[in-house]
């Protein structure tokens, strides 16, 4: 088995890659992923310091309104693809993900690769708070994500959990998964707020949809032209900031989030946390279909996304290059 990683490291490396600052006169914090040269995609110490800060924010006395958005011209392209790779083939060596778990204890064995519990262990985590996938479903403050370019995989996750969405005319929403796993771990949520139809859409084709689209299905606050985007979500968090006392806020939050478990907000995640962990049993039915299995990777992982984004209609690619291509 592989070494695993120490997640105390990759958590000190991520704090380069987010910037979190307080506006304490007004009660406003932002955070702002910082990686623009690999589009904001996020890596696991990223995720988990996210978490940490998001954590740290709901207890905050000097925070009302977290405000979180991306450098550069994308709010995030979803998780670090290279650094995941290796746990969704089938063959190789076993390797330990202990550190997606915050765990460095060398006495400490990960379940084989092979087994149910290599993949389910993990997938089931990521339903938890501390993964950094689902933070914002606990916090009881205010939430505000600001969008842009792209929005897709965790931080699709993270735009449909906040409180509030605005959003950037040229941003595309979706889940690569969709094309190359075939489900998402919060499935049950997206389905809730964007609507069956037009969520059955999404997973089906596995295209992104435009911000123009998710807002009439409700799904986004507000959309502006990029140049106003800034400016947009100031007003927002202002109008926020300046509304109740933060302990109404907190009830407010309560009751939202009841009523989110009665509709099984949690229960959805455990449950396509469960289908995922069976990505090893799905069978291609054709040659060159789309998937994360070992021929897969044999081509890498970057020729393969790029070679069956360009086998969709132009205005179905998630690639913005590959949307101006015949």
């Given at each position: 088995?592989?070494?695993?990683?120490?997640?105390?490291?990759?958590?000190?490396?991520?704090?380069?890659?987010?910037?979190?600052?307080?506006?304490?006169?007004?009660?406003?914090?932002?955070?702002?992923?910082?990686?623009?040269?690999?589009?904001?995609?996020?890596?696991?110490?990223?995720?988990?310091?996210?978490?940490?800060?998001?954590?740290?924010?709901?207890?905050?006395?000097?925070?009302?309104?977290?405000?979180?958005?991306?450098?550069?011209?994308?709010?995030?392209?979803?998780?670090?693809?290279?650094?995941?790779?290796?746990?969704?083939?089938?063959?190789?060596?076993?390797?330990?993900?202990?550190?997606?778990?915050?765990?460095?204890?060398?006495?400490?064995?990960?379940?084989?690769?092979?087994?149910?519990?290599?993949?389910?262990?993990?997938?089931?985590?990521?339903?938890?708070?501390?993964?950094?996938?689902?933070?914002?479903?606990?916090?009881?403050?205010?939430?505000?994500?600001?969008?842009?370019?792209?929005?897709?995989?965790?931080?699709?996750?993270?735009?449909?959990d906040a409180d509030l969405l605005i959003s950037s005319e040229d941003t595309?929403?979706?889940?690569?998964?969709?094309?190359?796993?075939?489900?998402?771990?919060?499935?049950?949520?997206?389905?809730?707020?964007?609507?069956?139809?037009?969520?059955?859409?999404?997973?089906?084709?596995?295209?992104?949809?435009?911000?123009?689209?998710?807002?009439?299905?409700?799904?986004?606050?507000?959309?502006?032209?990029?140049?106003?985007?800034?400016?947009?979500?100031?007003?927002y968090a202002m109008a926020c900031s300046i509304s109740r006392p933060m302990?109404?806020?907190?009830?407010?939050?309560?009751?939202?989030?009841?009523?989110?478990?009665?509709?099984?907000?949690?229960?959805?995640?455990?449950?396509?946390?469960?289908v995922e962990g069976m990505l090893p049993m799905m069978m291609n039915d054709?040659?060159?279909?789309?998937?994360?299995?070992?021929?897969?990777?044999?081509?890498?992982?970057?020729?393969?996304?790029?070679?069956?984004?360009?086998?969709?209609?132009?205005?179905?690619?998630?690639?913005?290059?590959?949307?101006?291509?015949?």
């Amino acid at each position: 088995m592989t070494k695993s990683l120490n997640i105390d490291e990759l958590k000190e490396e991520a704090k380069q890659y987010i910037r979190y600052e307080k506006d304490t006169d007004n009660k406003i914090a932002y955070l702002t992923f910082d990686r623009p040269k690999a589009l904001n995609a996020t890596t696991t110490g990223m995720r988990q310091y996210y978490a940490d800060l998001v954590f740290k924010a709901n207890v905050d006395d000097d925070v009302k309104v977290l405000v979180i958005r991306g450098e550069g011209e994308h709010f995030g392209s979803g998780g670090d693809l290279q650094e995941q790779a290796g746990m969704y083939g089938e063959e190789g060596e076993d390797m330990s993900l202990l550190h997606e778990f915050g765990i460095n204890d060398p006495d400490v064995k990960y379940p084989p690769r092979g087994s149910y519990r290599f993949l389910h262990s993990m997938t089931d985590h990521y339903a938890k708070a501390p993964a950094g996938n689902r933070p914002l479903q606990e916090f009881k403050k205010i939430s505000i994500i600001e969008t842009k370019g792209y929005c897709y995989g965790w931080h699709f996750y993270q735009a449909a959990d906040a409180d509030l969405l605005i959003s950037s005319e040229d941003t595309l929403f979706g889940h690569p998964s969709f094309r190359y796993a075939g489900w998402g771990p919060r499935m049950w949520t997206w389905i809730e707020q964007i609507g069956l139809r037009k969520f059955s859409e999404m997973l089906f084709t596995g295209r992104p949809f435009t911000a123009a689209e998710m807002y009439e299905t409700n799904f986004i606050n507000s959309v502006v032209p990029l140049e106003k985007l800034q400016d947009e979500t100031k007003k927002y968090a202002m109008a926020c900031s300046i509304s109740r006392p933060m302990d109404v806020v907190q009830v407010q939050k309560t009751f939202i989030e009841l009523y989110k478990q009665y509709r099984g907000e949690y229960m959805g995640s455990l449950l396509t946390g469960f289908v995922e962990g069976m990505l090893p049993m799905m069978m291609n039915d054709r040659k060159n279909q789309a998937g994360v299995d070992a021929d897969t990777f044999d081509k890498g992982l970057n020729n393969v996304v790029k070679d069956i984004d360009m086998s969709y209609p132009p205005e179905w690619r998630m690639g913005m290059s590959n949307r101006k291509k015949p």
